[in-house]
């Protein structure tokens, strides 16, 4: 008799590096895919991580070489029967998806993309989800889901025209074209491009370079790119809120202190 087979790992990894925090994703046997449990177990690592005081920036990867195909086409087809309930389920879903993703570009930690092979639909989003991506020259990127009759999902609209322009937007996410690495980076949709094996090293030293400015000062930045860019009104309100929580905070006295001194400074986050 044969043996069972071996059940399929659908899960988000952490590892510890110091300070930083390696997310990786393990769904190999569906190339990464976007799944249920895979959007549910980012949730909980990016709602955690965000609240920790010790974590000083986050790295995503893929395992086995890939990043992220994008949904679960499989999953799609299982539940294609469209009975009752599946439309309240699928927004449930996306709203899980959502959430992780708000945590990933607004949230206070530095955010690190690592990508190796596709990152396409969900995955393409995930990738510009951060604050720095790093692609290898085999990766590859595309809006797919308008090629399975679907529309882009989870931010996918807002990303992709925040890293591009619109025009270069529009027309990657109405054809659903794949580009590669080198053409991302000409775009502004990826930071640095490596040789594949070495983008985790690359996100490493990126992240240790995010980790070095003062947390409070960092997440509140990140906020108001995210938030109050649009318009200039909006900036000079970001600023008038959030330039004299930083003034008086421990870590701009610190850094003072650490000038006049000539040492190094020793952030808080307070």
């Known amino acids: 008799m044969s043996a069972n087979p071996k059940p399929e790992v659908m899960e988000v990894q952490l590892k510890w590096e110091g300070s930083i925090a390696v997310l990786t994703i393990h769904n190999e046997a569906r190339r990464n895919a976007w799944s249920i449990p895979i959007k549910e177990d980012m949730l909980r690592h990016m709602t955690m991580l965000s609240a920790d005081s010790k974590c000083r920036g986050i790295v995503l990867t893929g395992a086995g070489g890939v990043f992220c195909s994008g949904g679960d086409v499989k999953n799609m087809k299982e539940r294609g029967n469209r009975g009752t309930g599946f439309m309240e389920r699928r927004l449930n879903m996306g709203a899980i998806s959502f959430d992780a993703l708000r945590l990933m570009v607004s949230g206070p930690k530095p955010m690190v ?7 396409y639909g969900a995955g393409f989003a995930i990738a510009m989800g951060g604050d720095y991506t790093v692609a290898a020259s085999n990766a590859r990127f595309s809006g797919a889901q308008i090629l399975r009759g679907l529309c882009p999902d989870i931010g996918l609209y807002y990303l992709l025209t925040a890293r591009t322009n619109p025009g270069r937007a529009r027309e990657l996410l109405l054809s659903g074209r794949a580009i590669n690495a080198a053409e991302a980076e000409k775009y502004g949709i990826v930071h640095e491009v490596v ?24 997440a509140l930045t990140k906020s108001a790119m995210t938030n109050s860019y649009h318009t200039l009104e909006a900036c000079f309100r970001a600023e008038q809120d959030y330039q ?20 190094k400074p020793v952030y808080t986050g307070e």
């Open 244 to 263: 004299p929580v930083v003034g008086l905070s421990r870590d701009h006295k610190e850094s003072v202190a650490a000038f006049l001194e000539k040492r």
């Open 195 to 218: 040789e594949p094996g070495k983008t985790l090293d690359a996100a490493m030293v990126a992240a240790e370079r995010f980790a070095a400015i003062p947390p409070l000062a960092f």
């Open 113 to 119: 993309m690592a990508v190796e092979g596709p990152a």
